[in-house]
């Protein structure tokens, strides 16, 4: 992955943690505040899991088999212009996730429920998304043979 790449993950990763000024322990968090942030750890997992499926995904495009080729694409319009660069395309995606993840929470700090409902609907939604990677990667895998080559 390249060395920017890496740096732009580290400073959204730092910017997207709240921090305190103050020398005092900062306050506990409210007990509302536990459904919304078991939310964003589930959304959270749910990404890492489709960044992963996508480059096992990635990783098996430009095999050889049974007369076939195979040829990954990306179906997000957002992203599909990196796909001769799959890494940068998942570091791209997953700076995309989490800055939606930290707007949404913005957006719904007062109404917790609601942004929680929101994040657990993102989470089953691209879970599904790394559920489908992983499934046309299995049936890729299959139609090559178990004698697939690199192009």
């Not at 790449?5 to 997207?16: D, E, F, I, S, T």
């Amino acid at each position: 992955m390249p060395k920017w790449v890496v740096g732009v993950m580290c400073v959204v990763a730092v910017l997207g943690v709240p921090t305190s000024a103050r020398a005092q322990d900062p306050p506990a968090p409210k007990k509302s505040d536990a459904g919304i942030n078991r939310a964003t750890v589930v959304a959270a997992v749910a990404s890492v899991a489709d960044s992963i499926t996508t480059l096992r995904v990635f990783s098996i495009s430009g095999l050889e088999g049974n007369g076939l080729i195979y040829t990954a694409k990306e179906r997000n319009r957002t992203l599909s212009w990196l796909e001769h660069k799959p890494k940068t395309m998942i570091a791209f995606g997953t700076a995309l996730d989490i800055g939606g993840a930290l707007v949404w929470r913005r957006l719904t700090r007062n109404h917790r429920k609601i942004g929680a409902a929101g994040l657990y609907v993102w989470a089953a939604y691209v879970g599904y998304a790394a559920v489908q990677n992983e499934r046309g990667r299995q049936h890729a895998l299959r139609m090559l043979g178990p004698n697939a080559v690199r192009r």
